[in-house]
């Protein structure tokens, strides 16, 4: 390995590091998320500089003779700026996190074209020559024609010879995945708990993405009744009525008739501060239990300020806490994020 | 390389040489993109000690390039003889005037005093420097030699550029420590005993202070005097001698790059065939772009500034009596300019250069003035000689290492109304503070008012 490989590699085991350190403080600031649209994901890190003796504030400039090299001789003076594939990232917030596999529940219907170089064939570039199997072809032809002689094993290949490795096309099953995400818009959810949602709501699509490169995201919003909207409106605040967490199970499960389970692995992520109706409880958890074998995962997740008063989350725990599939958490701030990221991927 | 360019290198230096410039053998060799971000991350060495940092440079330049934002065209090293590295793929003309511009290097290398007590063998030095750190890391772990480096490149501006001038007259030198002999450790204690504590008798008398006058060469001192370990010692004298390599070049940017545009401009206008004029104008605009501080453009233009005046006479006694507004019509045939430039090349370094030729009369003739501006042109040009001044960086002083009589070090920055990056400044104490095992202290002003930063207190 040249040398420079060698720092290179080093410099990006540094920063793999220090994305790992840094991983908590990723997952719960937002102005981060737009870095991490991309296929890359780039972060300063200031830390990752040799800090120097140098002047603050830069003197002021100097008309139109410009200014000079403020960073003095050599190279540097960037703050460095880390890029990582927004997959080896997400691994290593995976990684720190403890985030869990998701593992996919039976092959989906769609086929995807995977070139593999499993056959051969008699033209192509020189750099896909098959040494072994030219030479062997070689051999063959010099057997037949008694050019062989085994004291002395010399074996030219000719342009017949030549043999290349091949591309040969071949149709993988693809697991595909929907994420539903229903959200509580009665009342009490604040302003604070909504970005708490959207932080919540952003990592776990990341993730199911991650493991589901083919993933359909679809959202609802309830009070006493649900109704589907789209990504944008998801994210708006706004207040309602009163709160029947049935409304959204049932819509859900309308939604959900177009991603048949033996093709998608389906996950339904639920949230809301809890207060639900009286009398409306037993109507929802009648609706898990249908909907529960047929998911890959629900995801209730309660946020509610530091004085919330929801009793879903309990109901949940008593009725159905040993059932297969269903992830909760509760949600009071900003600290319980990564352990109920962790809690709601089925971790 | 290929016949073609071997057969313009040979032009092109004999056609320098005919016009009076003189330097050792220059070795051209051809690299692909690749290689030349690697050469660029490295300094221009094809080895250097192993350093993260050098991984993060050459990610940038590999990126930019892949990107179009970056090229390198050309790198030339400072070393006996001269090594230059072309892109490959450039087109013809691009490399002839590469080419050009880097005899022209070449020449300022070899002539220019700033350049004169910088070793001339860096290639094998470097390679050693880096069979030193790889030495050290394989006997006391790759680790911790890695964190040692982070610690020691803090430190890395704090050195006295002027050093390979500075001869102490006898007696002033600090006393060496005796030479070492290498034995197998055990014998080490026998063979090179500790040095004897100092007498009961000397107590009472005060002792030599030290460092004995204020000095800015801290790299240099802490090699010398920190409580570290041989090889420790090791890593910051050859920090401390890279540095020093890289300064002459920091402190001549401006005219090294003046010099060499002037001299291609020159050597290769004559053999321009009238297809290459064209790219050879638009390669000379990008070069000489006025986009934001362009060491070419205000080098090359002042060079032509200084030709011109030694020509037309424009010097001298009578001239400096003479208002603004007559200087720029001044006339006496003299035609000394060449004589006049080979003189700077020879002389100068950036900041007496633009001190003394960077005048109201040029700021005018070349726009970078209005004429309502004038009156803030000595505050600009202050400013601008200001951030050439020492490389840039702020200038500090070890003042004295038995600080209150307690073995810390005091430094001293010499504020001159700009003030330290606060954030920085302490990262690099603590550093400090580290390698000499007792707290450390630095006087700056901040806010206006004088403060002492101190770490490990």
Known sequence: MRPIERDLLRFKEIVRGEVKKRAREFLTR?????????????????????????????????????????????????????????????????EALRLPRLKPKGEG?????????????????????????????????????????????????????????????????????????????????????????????????????????????????????????????????????GTRLSSALLLAEEILKRYPEAFYNRYLYHFSDGENWQGDTPLALEALRRLLPTLALYGYAQVQGPYGQGRFLEDLRENLGKAEGLATAEVRGREDLPAALRRLLGG | MQKELRHWAGLLRERAEAAGLSFPPVLFE?????????????????????????????????????????????????????????????????????MAHVYAHADFFHNNLAFKPIPKDMLSEMAQHAAFVERAMERHGARSVEEFLDMALSLENLIDPHAPYIRREEGEEEERPPERLRVRPYLDPYVNPPPEPPKEAQEGASPKPLPPRPTRDLLGFLARH?????????????????????????????????????????????LLTPEEALEFAEMQAGLLAAQGFNPYRLGYLLLKEVEERWDKGRFGPEYEALPL??????????????????????????????????????????????????????????????RLSNLGYPIVELLDANHGNRGELLLAHAYEGVELDLKKTKAVLENLHRLWGRPVHLKTVVGGKEVLLSAGT
């Open chain 2, 325 to 386: 507004g007559e200087r720029l019509r001044y006339e006496r045939p003299t035609g000394e300019g060449r004589k006049k430039l080979f003189q700077v090349r020879t002389v100068y370094t950036d900041l007496p250069f633009l001190e003394e030729f960077l005048t109201p009369e040029f700021a005018l003739r070349q726009g970078l003035l209005s004429p309502e501006d004038l009156p803030r042109f000595a505050e600009a040009k202050r400013v601008l000689l200001f």
């Open chain 1, 30 to 94: 937002e102005e981060f998320f737009g870095q991490v649209e991309g296929r890359l994901v780039s972060i300063p890190l200031p830390q990752l500089e040799v800090p120097k003796i140098v002047h603050g504030e830069p003197p002021g400039e100097g008309l139109g003779l410009g200014g000079a090299g403020a960073e003095g001789m050599g190279p540097g003076g960037h703050v460095p700026v880390a890029e990582l594939e927004l997959e080896e990232f997400l691994d290593l917030m995976g």
């Open chain 1, 109 to 241: 219907e769609v086929t995807e074209e995977a070139f593999r170089f499993t056959t051969i064939a008699r033209k192509g570039p020189r750099g896909l020559r098959h040494v072994r199997r030219t030479l062997k072809e070689s051999l063959k032809r010099a057997l037949q024609t008694g050019e062989y002689q085994p004291e002395d094993p010399l074996l030219v290949p000719e342009r017949e010879d030549l043999r290349y490795k091949a591309p040969r096309s071949k149709p993988r099953p693809h697991a595909q995945a929907v994420v539903l995400f229903a959200l509580d818009v009665s009342g009490s959810m604040r302003e604070e708990e909504l970005r708490l949602v959207k932080v919540l709501s952003f990592w776990i699509t990341l993730w199911i993405k991650r493991h589901f490169p083919r993933l359909e995201r679809r959202y609802l919003l309830h009070d006493a009744e649900a109704w589907e909207v789209s990504e944008e409106e998801f994210f708006r605040a706004r207040e309602g009525g």
């Open chain 2, 226 to 270: 920190a409580p570290l370990a041989p090889w420790q010692k090791g890593i910051l004298e050859i920090i401390r001698e890279e540095s020093l390599y890289y300064a002459p070049q920091g402190a001549t940017k401006i005219l090294n790059e003046g010099w060499a545009t002037y001299w291609h401009t020159r050597l290769l206008l004559p």
């Open chain 2, 30 to 98: 051809e690299v692909g993109p690749e290689e030349m971000a690697m050469l660029a991350a490295y300094g221009g060495f094809p080895r250097r000690y192993p350093h993260w940092r050098f991984g993060s440079e050459y990610l940038r330049y590999r990126e930019t390039y892949r990107y179009g934002l970056s090229r390198i065209y050309e790198l030339v090293v400072n070393t006996h003889p001269v090594q230059a590295y072309l892109l490959r793929g450039n087109t013809l003309l691009a490399q002839k005037l590469v």
